[in-house]
């Protein structure tokens, strides 16, 4: 029976993977996630009300946005119809939150990020947009509609809280036999503190990150980025990792 494993992947998200540790195949899968989600609102609900009488599109930028808001309407007491909503979300793992949360379906980018929706809306006519995002969302999408002038409305549901953690820094070994799964910016700075390193230059453990703006911030803390993943979806991402490894 194998004791320990040859390689240690951790993954700093909010959301634990769905892929099990697999002592089989030599490789340990640890769930350490370097920030929380608080969901919370400070909005009239009347103005929500009000851009859905207009027609409009409904934007979710991540997840979170989509479960803020269906927290906010339920503590709200308020039921809004989705039904004639053209929505469009970030990526694929938004959209499917929308359709399991909502029950409606949203629009997706070919590439699934902020550019990619860029894309998609420079294609499209212009009408209101009604942003569910975090209290400082990732600035592309809403710059672009500012500087197309383009009508829109940003309404809150959640912000993100970098925490440390203790469970991560005692795992964490920095070996080349560790890979570190960042998911946001967030995370990065949230492992940065969790290790209780000023940056990562000295970093050699794999840092894996799961697109351009998190590639970005493990640069802008001197760490080198080992894989970026094509595509943000966590599950494949592991899988492909687990592939590469070939233990």
Known sequence: MMIGFSHKIIYT??????????????????????????YETHFDPERVKQSFQKECYLVFLSRNGVVGLNAWMQSAAIDLDFSKKRIWAVGQQTAKEVEATLEVT???PLDQNANGLIRVFETLKPRPVVLFCAVEPRPAFPDWLISRGWQHEIFPVYHTVVVMNEDLAQRFSNTPNESIILTSPSTVQGFVQSIKMKDLRALRARLISIGPSTSKAIKAYAG????EAEEPDIDRLLTDIIAELDI
């Open 13 to 38: 998200g909010v959301r634990a993977p769905k892929i099990a540790p697999d002592k089989r195949v030599g490789i340990g899968i640890f769930h350490h996630p370097t920030i929380r989600v608080k």
């Open 106 to 108: 949203a629009g997706e």
């Open 224 to 227: 080198a980025v080992y894989m």
